[in-house]
């Protein structure tokens, strides 16, 4: 048997048939907008992007690292056909940072030089909803009429309410309604609602940005209804591969001062000096009074006024890892520990409580296990640049 020499650009590994097999470590060199890019080249969510490098040919994966830890990181698969080139289409979700190339069997290269992303344009439909527009097209001889509309174009996850699917069944008598949601980048059907059928009423679906428990993917998607007449004939809101109608973009945040801000200088940083400790958060000024809402919903762990602190409000995220603290609130949030925020909700205004100057939000991010519970804060700039982005 013929034995290889492990090479330092390759790692090994058992083939099903027993014998060694190279794993070549794919490599990035450079990577640019190619197609439905943003002005001046600029990549944004529903780009495609060369990525240009070598040992290209079994990755499967391209995933967005975005800025920080992976709570913000986006993956696509991708097909390429070349060892040297391959193409990837940007994620709605998608921040910017560097990328990495993985194969089918993990191996991932290097991060690439951060590449800036835009966030997506605004679902192509009108936006005159939740009026009911009739379903364009010559429709089926037999099939029921049908009108729908949605209430919003973003939406978010865990958010209440949810984004609104209005819908009218007329005509022909309908025998069964469908409503199906489907993922946009794949066409798969990621929730199916079979609502009790009533001829020539305005009937409605909603939905959370929740698949179960679990969030669902930042993305785009659109609900498509479906109605069979008596006979069989069925009619539909939508085809499988277009997707523009009752479609909407799902986000993960909503960025929480909801007035005029900035980031401020060197000392907002996460890690800038402080005496005797750094700065575990990021300093977000606006005016005194400005709202603030939850950028992600969940159960409200820590109410309470503290010295350095003044009042602040800890919410353990539902369904992800990471706690957000907002601090220095100009009063006390009407929520308490224990209770159920949602995406967006108000929870208090900008204040300079404790040891503050100047009217500011002070945020922190906290990793798993969380908040003064043995996790570690996290610069929250890059999530909150991205938030604020698209909110
Ligand atoms: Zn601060």
């Not at 944004?44 to 690292?65: C, D, E, M, P, Q």
């Not at 489907?182 to 909603?206: E, F, H, R, Y």
């Not at 519970?373 to 999530?383: A, C, N, R, T």
Request: proline share 8%.
């Amino acid at each position: 048997m013929l034995a290889l020499a492990p090479s330092a650009a390759g790692q090994s590994a058992k083939s099903p048939g027993g014998g060694a097999v190279y794993l070549t470590k794919p490599k990035v060199t450079s990577v640019s907008c190619f197609r439905g890019c943003a002005s001046g080249g600029r990549a944004r969510a529903g780009s495609t992007l060369k990525v240009l490098g070598s040992g290209l040919l079994a990755v499967n994966r391209v995933v967005f690292r975005g800025g920080a830890g992976a709570s913000d990181d986006a993956d696509v698969a991708v097909r390429s056909g070349s060892d040297a080139r391959v193409h990837a289409r940007v994620p709605v979700g998608a921040v910017s940072g560097p990328i990495t190339a993985v194969t089918a069997d993990g191996v991932g290269s290097k991060p690439s030089a951060p590449i800036p992303i835009l966030p997506a344009p605004p679902p192509p439909r009108p936006t005159r909803n939740p009026k009911l527009t009739p379903v364009p097209g010559a429709g089926v001889a037999g099939a029921p009429l049908l009108e729908t509309g949605t209430n919003t174009t973003k939406a978010y996850v865990d958010a209440r309410p949810g984004v609104t699917f209005w819908f009218r069944v007329s005509g022909t008598a309908p025998s069964s309604v469908t409503v199906d949601l489907l993922n946009a980048a794949d066409g798969t059907t990621v929730k199916t609602w079979s609502p009790q059928v009533v001829p020539g009423a305005v009937q409605s679906v909603s939905w959370s940005g929740r698949i179960g428990r679990a969030a669902a993917p930042p993305g785009r998607y659109s609900f498509r209804l479906t109605a069979a007449g008596a006979d069989g004939a069925q009619a539909r809101s939508a085809q499988t591969a277009g997707f523009d109608r009752d479609s909407f973009d799902l986000y993960d945040h909503v960025f929480p001062v909801r007035g005029r801000h900035d980031f401020g200088g060197a000392g907002s940083r996460f890690g800038a000096g402080r005496a005797g400790h750094s700065h575990q958060g990021h300093d977000v000024f606006a005016g005194c009074g400005t709202r603030l809402v939850a950028a992600r919903g969940g159960r409200v762990q820590y109410r309470g006024y503290h010295g350095a602190a003044g009042n602040y409000i800890v919410i353990d995220g539902a369904g992800t890892d990471v706690d957000y603290a907002y601090m220095h609130l100009a009063a006390p949030s009407p929520f308490a520990a224990g209770g159920r925020v949602y995406t967006g909700q108000l929870i208090g205004a900008v204040g300079e409580t404790g040891n503050a100057r100047g009217c500011h939000l002070h945020f922190e991010t906290w990793a798993a296990p969380g908040w003064y519970e043995g996790g570690k804060p996290f610069d929250p700039l890059p999530s909150l640049i991205a938030w604020d982005s698209w909110s």
